[in-house]
């Protein structure tokens, strides 16, 4: 990692290399650009400047990787590279998450942005989610090709609403909302597996989708610094199972980090590089 980091400043540092890396990534660069500014508007009109507006942070990243994702689909019309199962998963979790955002308020930021922002940007990345899923199955079904996507996300969802049954907070007083928003939170820590294994299948990548893990890293980031300074506060020491539960949410999400772990090593590999993500498998990146 340091001598990505190395070669990654070596680029900045050089005018020539930088300027190079930009018009590669250009469109890249620009969306992203736009999409920073929409942030920072949001911040400024929306948030009280708290801490917890990184879970909104958080959340408005996730909702932008979908959105990139539905965009490249519909340019080159084609669902190539693109995991159903994984795709699947996320709508089921994030409708599961909205199921305890909307009604309740015990998992929401503790800002401006918990009373309306955070619960639209979910609700948008629902939409979005369903969107994929729907371009996969139906309007461009001849395009996606489901002997690559093996990986039966069953075995992901089932253990993960087990999970959540047995260790779940309390800050909704609701077991139902308090279950749902457990399990959406455990299936996030596995649901981009049935995308590495279809990287591995396949062999190869699309830049879309190496970005979109990439996006969603980043905004599993962010919720993880958020709640491992707040984890204290879903322990409930009344009760066994739950006097822990805290230190199990961020279990879980150290393991989601750990779980993509190999694949941001490589992509920060080829960005530092200057190699097109699409050669994140080759050996030598």
């Not at 801490?51 to 979908?66: A, E, K, P, R, Y």
């Not at 709508?91 to 309306?116: K, M, N, Q, T």
């Not at 279950?179 to 959406?184: Q, Y």
Request: with cysteine; glycine share 4%.
């Amino acid at each position: 990692m340091a001598m990505s980091v190395q070669e990654f400043a070596n680029i900045v540092t050089d005018k020539e290399k930088l300027l190079a890396w930009f018009e590669r990534n250009k469109s890249s660069v620009k969306a992203w650009g736009a999409f920073i500014a929409v942030v920072f508007v949001l911040f400024f009109l929306f948030s009280d400047g708290d801490f917890s507006f990184l879970m909104t942070l958080s959340s408005l990243i996730g909702m932008f990787s979908f959105l990139m994702v539905v965009y490249k689909i519909e340019i080159s019309k084609s669902c190539a590279g693109v995991s159903l199962k994984m795709i699947e998963c996320y709508l089921v979790l994030i409708f599961a998450r909205l199921c305890s955002i909307i009604p309740f308020e015990g998992y929401l930021p503790y800002d401006r942005s918990g009373d309306w922002l955070y619960q639209t940007v979910e609700g948008i990345s629902f939409c979005l989610a369903g969107s994929i899923v729907y371009l996969c199955r139906y309007r461009y079904k001849d395009t996606y090709d489901p002997s690559a996507d093996t990986l039966n996300h069953l075995f992901l969802i089932i253990p993960s609403a087990a999970l959540a049954l047995l260790f779940h907070p309390s800050l909704n007083a609701f077991m139902p909302a308090d279950v749902s928003w457990t399990f959406a939170l455990y299936l996030e820590s596995v649901c981009v597996l049935p995308q590495l294994f279809m990287f591995q299948k396949e062999g190869k990548v699309e830049p879309f989708t190496t970005h979109f893990l990439a996006g969603q890293a980043l905004s599993k980031v962010l919720s993880f610094i958020f709640w491992i300074s707040s984890y204290s506060e879903l322990n409930d020491p009344t009760k066994t199972l739950k006097s822990f539960v805290g230190v199990w949410v961020i279990v879980m999400q150290i393991v989601q980090l750990i779980v993509m772990g190999d694949f941001i090593y490589h992509y920060i590999r080829c960005l530092s590089k200057g190699v097109p993500v699409q050669f994140i498998l080759t050996e030598d990146v």
